[in-house]
């Protein structure tokens, strides 16, 4: 038996313990596939890997829906792996749900760098984690009321934009709700440390606050840990087109807008992601190739690993994009810089 197989059957016997239906409604098992290097295992047996498996996600391989896992990426131990695959078979399961309420990548690249809305922002991810450590139910409630009252004066300020937290929110937030769940059922420590880890993570003001399609994991499942306390339900169809904040939000009451000063840690975030931007870029066109220009749609990318400044698009780890006059795919697997307009492109640089 290879180490890749050994580690299959380990989250495999993890899963086999875990009841999928109370995880959420209907919920069920899916198969997963565990892939390092050139090799996969998929259902025990180890297999040449196959070019669709990127990442860490859901993908429809066979025919069927399957979660994939990347074991170079990490976690350490079956336990964490498990609840990690319960994460993307929640996604499996959403995509045969009818989920559609997943965010745009291409707006969220347009989210202000504002110093006062980040600052609101931080107190309102403090307030959550506060309503999920408080000990009384009516605590709770009340902690998230404060929090339902400053993240609407935020709504109010930002607008449409807001969406692009509240989705990722609602898709990775119940997705990382899931595992946490799942966790919590094969370790009660572990789930008690990554727990602590993400609370750490909202309340402390760093790199991530700026991120908000991947610290809304964090804030979407800290939100149902805190609202599951709290007493306040949210179960629901997953056709359902409201986020799950808007779900959970008419139940709470709404605390008074606190004053929230602008922070200077966060202004020197700002101006540190900015800096940080301009010399990737700078680095970048030292050494790039020629651009190539034409008409292009973009087809897959890495929403974890991209910004935009002006119509100037980088993706550090991955491109796919369509000519469209010839039909030829081209995949740009390396840094590549884009010129685009939204999803159309023309002209695009590679790394070389």
């Known amino acids: 038996m290879t180490d890749l197989q050994k580690l299959h059957l380990e989250a495999a016997q993890r899963l086999d313990r875990l009841d999928f239906d109370r995880l959420w409604p209907g919920f069920h098992r899916f198969p997963f596939a565990l892939y390092q290097g050139d090799e996969m295992c998929l259902g025990g047996e180890v297999l040449p890997r196959d070019g669709s498996l990127r990442g ?76 999920l450590r408080a ?22 300020t930002l607008g449409p934009v807001l969406d692009q937290e509240l989705l990722p929110e609602t898709v990775e937030g119940m997705a990382e709700y899931m595992g946490l769940r799942a966790l919590s059922c094969l370790s009660e420590e572990k789930y008690r440390r990554r727990l602590e880890t993400a609370l750490r993570l909202l309340e402390e003001p760093g790199p991530l606050l700026l991120d908000v399609r991947r610290v809304s994991y964090y804030t979407g499942a800290v939100l149902l840990l805190a609202a599951e306390a709290a007493g306040i339900p949210f179960a629901h169809q997953l056709t ?84 469209r006059e010839s039909g030829q795919t081209i995949e740009l697997g390396e840094a590549a810089l884009l010129r685009s307009g939204g999803r159309r492109v023309q002209r695009y640089w590679r790394a070389q």
């Not at 990490?74 to 995509?95: S, T």
């Open 56 to 131: 860490n996600t859901a993908v429809r391989y066979a025919g069927e829906l399957t979660a994939v896992w990347d074991v170079g990426s990490g976690p350490a131990g079956p336990d964490l792996l498990a609840a990690d695959l319960v994460h993307e078979m929640f996604h499996a399961f959403q995509m045969e749900q009818g989920e559609a309420r997943f965010p745009d990548d291409f707006a969220a690249l347009e989210y202000p760098l504002d110093v006062v809305n980040f600052s609101r922002k931080l107190a309102e991810d403090r307030l959550l984690c506060r309503a």
């Open 135 to 156: 000990e009384e139910r009516g605590e709770r409630r009340a902690l998230l009321g404060d929090f339902r009252a400053l993240r609407e004066a935020r709504r109010e």
């Open 240 to 323: 359902d087109t409201r986020p799950v904040y808007d779900i959970i939000c008419p139940q709470l009451p709404c605390g008074e807008v606190p004053p929230v000063p602008a922070d200077e840690t966060i202004g020197a975030l700002i101006a540190s992601r900015t800096v940080e931007r301009r010399e990737t870029l700078s680095r970048f066109f030292r050494t790039a190739s020629q651009p190539v220009s034409g008409d292009f749609q973009v087809l897959g990318y890495d929403p974890m690993n991209m910004f935009q400044t002006g119509r100037l698009l980088y993706g550090s780890h991955f491109w796919l994009l369509r000519d």
